[in-house]
């Protein structure tokens, strides 16, 4: 099973898209940070494209609940940050999935500039702590609508990382 944790509605939309056919095998996980979000999950839920929808009040809950789906494939919002990096060493371990995919999350997703570098990125760097989106030691690769324009912004150094449109 793959699973797709969106916590906006743009999330939704690229999850659907990347997910396809897909999503009759798949899980969408829709955590409550937006307007609406639960009315949301009920209307895509009672939809019944995908395998199962669930909803859940955090980020953090997001990453509990996924990680017992044990999926073969993730594909998250974002993976930036000290935060998000904890909550990915926890998923990774628990759910043992094979696969960490960041989609596209807007304009932002092409920013190398989110952090300064400075001796906090150096030591980011030395513990996976990701400062741009694809970045963590955990991800490979990112789902972007513009790969090349990724590519020249973005420059991720680990072996086998794929941007793919």
């Not at 990096?85 to 628990?94: E, G, H, N, S, T």
């Not at 696969?99 to 980011?124: A, H, L, M, W």
């Not at 030395?126 to 420059?155: D, H, M, Q």
């Amino acid at each position: 099973m793959e699973l797709y944790i969106a916590s906006k509605p743009m999330q939704i939309t690229v999850s659907s898209i990347i997910a396809g056919s897909k999503k009759e095998g798949s899980c969408l996980i829709i955590i409550d940070m937006f307007h609406d979000a639960e009315a949301v999950f009920n209307n895509i839920k009672s939809a019944g494209d995908w395998k199962k929808v669930l909803f859940v009040k955090n980020r953090f809950m997001s990453f509990v609940k996924g990680s017992r789906l044990k999926p073969t494939k993730t594909y998250i919002d974002g993976d930036i940050g000290t935060r998000l990096a904890l909550y990915l060493a926890y998923f990774k371990l628990i759910s043992r999935t094979k696969q960490i995919y960041v989609y596209e999350e807007g304009i932002g997703t092409y920013r190398n500039d989110i952090y300064v570098p400075s001796y906090k990125t150096k030591i980011f760097d030395v513990l996976g702590i990701s400062t741009v989106f694809g970045g963590s030691w955990f991800c490979n690769g990112v789902y972007v609508f513009e790969p090349k324009e990724y590519a020249e912004r973005i420059k991720i150094k680990k072996k086998n990382f794929s941007i793919l449109k």
